[in-house]
């Protein structure tokens, strides 16, 4: 089999003639020095493996040459040289297709691992190339729950992103499921059959850290009696998961960087450099960038990091989704805890979406376990709701409805006021969709439901042509 080729694109001849040195031992190597000379040759080679291009070049610049080959030559992989001063540059041209950028002055060895580790890459992603999953699917999502505009917005970014090797950072409130989202990256992506580890950053000191995600060798510490594996060890061939990675000191971050760039470390008080193959996601519920201008947090480490950002949305502002997430807690709840709950009543539910949920999802599920496990009745009501929810939630409770009795259907609870909930349900539905004039985008966005939860519900009730 023939050695990988590889293009290398530079104004400066130096620059160059030094990277081809590197490389020419493994790879078949040409170079040009701008941008027409780069698409010249990319014409007339039958297949250039990857693309090594400088940033800043007179004429076309290393961005308007990403763009041409990403479009016309999208089996290259590109990725760019860029000095300090233009990381930021370098990660938006990332966020545009480039598959990884490399810092000048250019450190040989990083060269080397980088390009391999690129191809590589890749080419197990040409290879894991499945038939194409179809958007309303929920193959590799099925823990996050969620239909609400918000959330169908999440899960595009997470299955466009988990096939690539670009780091992840997941932002948003303690309980919004930033966890759940990593596992789900990582279930789609290239690299699904290693193993998922995850570090909660904030529940280690510095020195406990830095043992545990790089390991430590005998006599380490004071007592340490033998070797231990870090983390990064451990997930090697998977994924790292770093949640709350604001809270790394500086130090350690110097070091993450480095596994970052290289892939390589050294355990603590150890000298052997250990290689590892990881993909890494973090998650903070800071805002990185205002560490990053209080000097918290290293800018480089930040854009490294920052590649691609998923924000995850507040519960408040994604209530649509509360039935279907208090429906699901209700039957784990009552199931591990074999009592035979059948689930809320309508009243029970206008409570629970009226609530503001300053702990996201993660109280809603509290408040279902706690309202199962002490439960006496089959159906859940308003008094089993937490007090504390209970009496917030009325406090901009609407006036109840004038007249209307009970209707019971069979199997269903009573809704007061008349009907059930699924006929209360229909009705809001079908009022809201002609308040918009069977504008269907705009009625599931003021519901706060997808387009296809609308879809689904009106074939159910005949009314989809």
Not at 39 to 45: D, E, H, M, R, W
Not at 109 to 118: G, N, Y
Not at 303 to 319: H, K, M
């Amino acid at each position: 089999m023939s050695n990988p080729t590889i293009l290398i694109v530079d104004d400066d001849k130096n620059t160059r003639d030094g990277l081809q040195r590197a490389l020419q031992r493994n790879y078949t190597v040409r170079t040009a020095e701008g941008a027409d000379a780069a698409l010249a040759i990319l014409a007339q080679t039958p297949h250039v493996d990857l693309m090594l291009s400088d940033l800043r070049m007179p004429g076309t610049d290393g961005l308007g040459l990403l763009r041409h080959v990403h479009q016309h030559y999208p089996q290259t992989v590109c990725v760019l040289l860029t000095a300090y001063g233009t990381v930021e540059t370098a990660v938006e041209a990332m966020r545009q297709g480039a598959d990884d950028f490399l810092m000048k002055p250019v450190n040989l060895d990083h060269l080397d691992t980088l390009v391999a580790r690129a191809l590589k890459a890749h080419d197990l992603k040409q290879k894991a190339q499945a038939p194409e999953i179809p958007p309303d699917g929920k193959h590799g999502l099925e823990n996050i729950i969620g239909e609400s505009p918000a959330m169908d917005a999440v899960f595009d970014i997470i299955r466009r992103v988990a096939p690539t090797q670009a780091s992840i950072l997941i932002q948003g409130a303690s309980g919004t499921g930033k966890e759940l989202v990593a596992q789900a990256i990582h279930r789609l992506s290239t690299q699904s059959k290693g193993p998922f580890v995850a570090v909660h950053c904030a529940a280690l000191s510095s020195t406990l850290l830095e043992s545990e995600l790089f390991g430590h060798e005998k006599g380490a510490f004071t007592g340490t009696t033998g070797q231990r594996r870090g983390r990064f060890e451990m997930a090697d061939g998977g994924t790292l998961f770093l949640d709350e990675i604001s809270e790394i000191d500086l130090a350690t971050q110097v070091k993450l960087l480095r596994v970052l760039e290289e892939r390589t470390f050294e355990r603590v008080g150890g000298e052997e450099t250990i290689t590892v193959d990881i993909r890494i996601v973090t998650a903070t519920n800071k805002d990185l960038r205002d560490y990053v201008r209080q000097g918290k947090f290293r800018e480089d480490l930040f854009f490294r990091l920052n590649v691609v950002d998923i924000l995850l949305p507040v519960l408040r502002e994604r209530a649509g989704d509360i039935p279907l997430l208090a429906d699901r807690f209700v039957k784990e709840y009552a199931e591990r805890n074999a009592k035979p709950i059948k689930g809320l009543m309508p009243e029970t539910l206008e409570l629970l979406t009226r609530y503001g949920w300053p702990g996201n999802v993660r109280e809603l599920r509290n408040a279902i376990e706690k309202m199962v496990v002490l439960a006496q009745t089959e159906w859940l009501t308003p008094d089993d709701v937490p007090g504390n929810i209970r009496s917030t939630a009325r406090e901009d409770a609407p006036p109840p409805p004038e007249g209307g009795g009970e209707v019971q259907l069979a199997g269903r609870p009573a809704l007061q006021g008349g009907g059930s909930l699924a006929d209360a349900e229909k009705q809001k539905i079908l009022s809201t969709l002609a308040q918009h004039n069977d504008n269907r985008t705009r009625a599931a966005a003021e519901l706060g439901i997808s387009r296809r939860t609308l879809h689904r519900k009106l074939k159910e009730w005949g009314k989809e042509s």
